[in-house]
């Protein structure tokens, strides 16, 4: 079983609408959690993180987190075309909180 | 300008020839460390670091070293490159602290064949 479990998509969305992208986690010890965007060609780059339970807003991007679940997402109001890239969601490892696991992506298009 | 910078960014070599990438970064960073990316998979961690000459595995370590003899570099050492290890290896940096984001150099794209 991965760490990290993301679908891969694609994922399509019309512009302006709500963009909902999902991770499981395996590690119920993991305590931070992450969502970096990846343009194609281009190095991760953070959006947001969270590591309480709950809703975390910021500008256009929510993140929520559900430990008992194991569940993380990112929704992303207002999709625009130039949200449209891969979403990794990553965490920490529960015993040791200096490694890092990744899902495998959602790619997201944004449709115009 | 704070940036994380890896050299070089694209390499092709043959089987058994020794390699190293190195890695940079200006933002006084304590934590270091090195993903390797492929298709379907994901980022993998490969080694990283919490400081000066503290080095520790991280899920996909065999095949790789590491060493951290400055706190600004991090270089990635194959020993002994095989095709498998072919693949876009990113090297990312951060402050201490559990909620510290990473910032990512750009990625040094690896052929062996």
């Known amino acids: 079983q991965k760490e990290v479990e993301q679908n891969s998509g694609p994922l399509s969305v019309p512009e302006g609408a709500i963009a909902s992208l999902n991770c499981t986690y395996s590690?119920?010890?993991?305590?931070?959690f992450f969502w970096y965007r990846q343009y194609s060609g281009k190095s991760p780059e953070l959006i947001m993180f969270?590591?309480?339970?709950g809703d975390k807003e910021d500008g256009r991007f929510t993140a929520q987190l559900n430990k008992a679940s194991q569940y993380v997402s990112l929704l992303i109001r207002d999709s625009q075309p130039s949200d449209s890239a891969t979403y990794l969601c990553?965490?920490?490892?529960?015993?040791?909180?200096?490694?890092?696991?990744f899902g495998s992506g959602t790619k997201l298009n944004v449709k115009p | 300008e704070a940036q994380v910078t890896q050299n070089p960014r694209y390499l092709i070599t043959v089987t058994g020839k020794k390699l190293t990438v190195t890695c940079s970064q200006n933002?006084?960073?304590?934590?270091m460390s090195w993903y390797r990316q492929d298709p379907g998979l994901g980022l993998r961690q490969i080694y990283y670091?919490?400081?000066?000459?503290?080095?520790d595995k991280g899920d996909v370590p065999e095949g790789y070293k590491v060493s951290r003899k400055e706190k600004r570099n991090f270089p990635l050492i194959l020993e002994s490159p095989s095709p498998n290890q072919t693949s876009l290896y990113f090297c990312?940096?951060?402050?201490?602290?559990?909620?510290?984001?990473?910032?990512f150099g750009p990625g040094t794209r690896l052929l062996v064949l």
């Open positions: 969270i590591y309480s339970n």
């Open positions: 670091s919490m400081n000066v000459e503290v080095t």
């Open positions: 590690d119920r010890g993991s305590q931070s």
């Open positions: 990312a940096s951060s402050g201490q602290g559990l909620l510290e984001t990473q910032y």
């Open positions: 990553a965490v920490n490892g529960g015993y040791n909180f200096n490694k890092f696991y």
């Open positions: 933002m006084n960073h304590e934590y």
